[in-house]
């Protein structure tokens, strides 16, 4: 079996940055912040870059493209989860210095991805 040619695609490697950044930091949180925020942002996150691969594994253009467009919904959760941690001072600033500048290179090259989905066989 080879291996999948999502692990390639540039979007897939930027939402599974984004997803292990945000790991490293909720592991250092407190406990009740880790079990409410942090399951929901790590969740959300990690949902990104599965879907980019769930999306690139059906061989088929309606069902890759349903499954960017749930990707691109987990962005903007995640982008939701990210803003209340910062509200309530989970995240530093220079941790958000790391995330935003990840979020605002994958947000449009994940709808370029989504706009270069045509019909056939890929």
Request: charged share 25%; aromatic share 10%; no cysteine.
């Amino acid at each position: 079996m080879s291996r999948p040619d999502f692990e390639e695609l540039q979007v897939y490697k930027l939402a599974e940055k984004l997803a292990n950044e945000i790991w490293k930091i909720v592991m250092t949180w407190e406990y009740i912040a880790k079990n409410t925020i942090g399951k929901q942002i790590i969740r959300a996150a990690d949902s990104i870059g599965a879907n980019i691969a769930e999306g690139r594994g059906r061989y088929n253009y309606q069902d890759n493209k349903r499954f960017i467009k749930i990707a691109r919904g987990s962005m903007y959760e995640t982008i939701h989860w990210m803003r209340l941690a910062y509200a309530r001072n989970l995240f530093t600033v220079e941790q958000v210095n790391i995330l935003k500048p990840i979020i605002d290179e994958l947000s449009p090259k994940l709808n370029a991805y989504l706009n270069s989905i045509r019909g056939g066989n890929r």
